[in-house]
């Protein structure tokens, strides 16, 4: 059967399972957000200190059917007044990649549907233009868990990589703090909290890379320089230490992420500008960019290059179905559908990403 898809206004289910929420959401073509459901796996994983992959896919197998019609009751629509389905196909943990994929193959099956295998960073890259009129090029900082990328992007599909971390993702080093200081799981959440209590200038920690050549990140000494500061401070292995002194450093180890990614975006931003011939503007998108102090910091380096930052709502940077099915109704626009036989991919960089203008018409 032959569908007419609604114009250029395609309504698309969205699924997210590459890490540790299982997600899902239907999003309209002008920007709508009809549902947008995000079952967090916190609690399971808590007792870990970290995401434990077979807990994750087993977890994402056992709620995903539920909340996809959660979701679609939610928007009021049934599966045949979708257009597509779009689905997180990597980059991710596996497994949990896999019980999404195939729940959105199946889906896509039955009712005869466009299936989209949308690369989670896109996801993330695309955020900002849903429900805004924001147009392509752009620079974008994504910062998340697993990514710290400065790129170009210069349309759906199109992404240059301009810099990036050399070791740790900053999201890392947030959870990695925050472990340290025994402030708990999810750690970026909870450096924030407490360092919204501590004097950042109490600890002198290090901001590597600040003032080097071109535009990668590292983040590992910085970390290193956490462990070394808390061990001197006697905070290590005492949950219920000073906690004035856990909320010094850990506005310090805030205060310095600030330092670096705001002179990082500054350079990029003049780069961007010879480049592109105008001045941003900068998207900050990924779980990191739900921290406001960040976005502030961020806020304040756009100003100073004479651009501005244009920053998703904090619930649309963290993990969520709403930008994969958004991504979806990007690519669904152009054309780029994917099929039934498309494989999961645990990894999978933006640059490798299919351009619209090499990509096969619509099907
Ligand atoms: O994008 P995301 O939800 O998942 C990945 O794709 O990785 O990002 C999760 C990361 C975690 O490292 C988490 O600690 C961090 O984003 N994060 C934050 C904040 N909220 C989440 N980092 C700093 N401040 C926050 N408020
Ligand atoms: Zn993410």
Wanted: hydrophobic fraction near 45%; aromatic fraction near 6%; proline fraction near 7%.
């Amino acid at each position: 059967m032959v569908r007419p898809m609604s114009a250029d206004q395609p309504n698309v289910l969205g699924i997210e399972t590459s890490c540790d929420e299982t997600a899902a959401a239907v999003v309209t073509g002008d920007g709508r957000i009809l549902a947008n459901l995000v079952l967090s796996q916190l609690d399971e994983h808590r007792p870990y200190g970290g995401v434990v992959p077979e807990i994750a896919a087993r977890s994402h197998l056992d709620h995903i059917d539920r909340l996809v019609e959660q979701a679609m009751a939610e928007s009021d629509l049934d599966f045949a007044a979708l257009d597509g389905v779009a689905v997180t196909a990597g980059p991710g943990l596996i497994g949990g990649v896999f019980v999404g994929v195939m729940t959105a193959k199946a889906i896509a099956l039955a009712w005869d549907l466009p299936f989209l295998a949308v690369n989670h960073l896109e996801g993330h890259a695309l955020t900002a233009r849903l429900g805004s009129d924001l147009d392509f090029p752009y620079l974008l900082l994504l910062v998340s868990g697993g990514h710290c990328q400065l790129l170009a992007v210069e349309g759906v599909g199109r992404y240059r990589r301009l810099g990036g971390t050399i070791d740790d993702a900053v999201g890392e080093a947030f959870d990695k703090t925050a472990k340290l200081l025994g402030l708990g799981y999810p750690g970026g959440p909870a450096v924030e909290r407490a360092a919204a209590g501590g004097d950042p200038e109490a600890f002198a920690l290090p901001r590597p890379m600040l003032g080097r050549p071109g535009l990668d990140f590292s983040f590992s000494g910085l970390k290193t320089a956490v462990r070394h500061a808390a061990a001197g401070a006697g905070l290590l292995d005492k949950p219920d230490g000073d906690a004035a002194r856990r909320a010094d450093l850990a506005a310090a180890f805030q205060a310095a992420v600030g330092d670096i990614l705001a002179e990082r975006c500054g350079k990029a931003l003049d780069h961007f500008a010879r480049h592109y011939g105008r001045p941003g503007p900068l998207v900050v998108a990924g779980g990191v960019a739900a921290n406001a102090r960040l976005r502030q910091r961020l806020d304040a380096a756009a100003g100073a290059a004479g651009s501005r930052l244009i920053a998703p709502p904090p619930a649309l940077c963290t993990d969520n179905a709403a930008m994969i099915a958004w991504a979806g109704v990007e690519r669904l626009r152009l054309g780029l559908t994917d099929p039934l036989d498309f494989a999961a991919r645990p990894r999978w960089p933006l640059e490798d990403l299919q351009a619209p203008a090499a990509a096969a018409g619509p099907r």
